[in-house]
């Protein structure tokens, strides 16, 4: 059974581009979380997200930041016109999504580097 | 809201020696509290977790973590240091088990001296 995946695990992007971050969630897993970890600092929560639903987006940015889970395919998750400040890890969890089964698999995570 | 302090960014130990890191909560719920290992570049593995069941948790890799509502503390132990144990350690809380986010702490990376 495959683990959590993440794509690309290294993203170098210039100024004002977008970057796109995907993840697909292990076999069986309707639940997705992305968080994102600055340098020396813990994993922050962003967004947590079911099958083409946003449950919480407290963590999110108001701005340039999106994130996806559509029915079919990777969940997704969207800055646009990055700046300097968004080079960080990206990591997305999954879980099963039934009540009692909390635990989170986290992907290797996604190493965005904004020059 | 819910938050998780550790004290202590970096922590040493010699091989063989006593594992000790420190994890505080504050939480307007009963907590649910986790310890999760990270290696250099690579993602976070879970390595044990308090569900409200015994208070003592027992997990991978010979870790364990006592939940003690007092001290509002989930401090990770293991009794003898290997040098694979070196890497970072991040303690987290969450109002659920499933379908709930996670509040991690800042992190304590374990160096083990040869």
């Known amino acids: 059974n495959a683990g959590v995946m993440q794509n690309p695990r290294h993203l170098v992007r210039r100024r004002g581009q977008e970057a796109r971050l995907r993840c697909s969630p292990m076999k069986g897993h309707s639940h997705v979380y992305w968080y994102r970890q600055l340098p020396e600092e813990g994993l922050k929560f962003m967004v947590y997200?079911?099958?083409?639903?946003?449950?919480?987006e407290s963590g999110m940015p108001k701005e340039r930041f999106s994130a996806e889970f559509p029915k079919e395919g990777p969940s997704i998750l969207r800055i646009q016109q990055v700046v300097r400040g968004d080079s960080a890890a990206y990591f997305c969890?999954?879980?099963?999504?039934?009540?009692?089964?909390?635990?989170?698999?986290f992907g290797p995570g996604t190493r965005l580097t904004v020059l | 809201a819910q938050s998780v302090t550790q004290l202590g960014s970096h922590v040493s130990v010699s091989e063989g020696a006593l594992v000790l890191l420190r994890c505080n909560y504050s939480s307007s719920v009963p907590p649910y509290l986790f310890w999760y290992v990270q290696y250099p570049n690579q993602g976070l593995q879970l390595l044990l977790k308090?569900?409200?069941?015994?208070?003592l948790v027992k997990g991978i890799n010979g870790f364990e973590a006592e939940f003690k509502k007092s001290e509002t503390s989930f401090h990770l132990t293991k009794p003898s240091a290997h040098m694979s144990d070196a890497a970072e350690y991040f303690c987290?809380?969450?109002?659920?088990?499933?379908?709930?986010?996670?509040?991690f702490g800042t992190g304590t990376r374990l160096t083990i001296i040869p």
């Open positions: 969890a999954s879980s099963p999504g039934t009540s009692g089964s909390g635990e989170q698999f």
């Open positions: 997200l079911q099958k083409e639903n946003i449950i919480d």
């Open positions: 308090y569900t409200s069941a015994a208070t």
């Open positions: 987290a809380v969450s109002r659920n088990f499933g379908n709930e986010k996670l509040t």
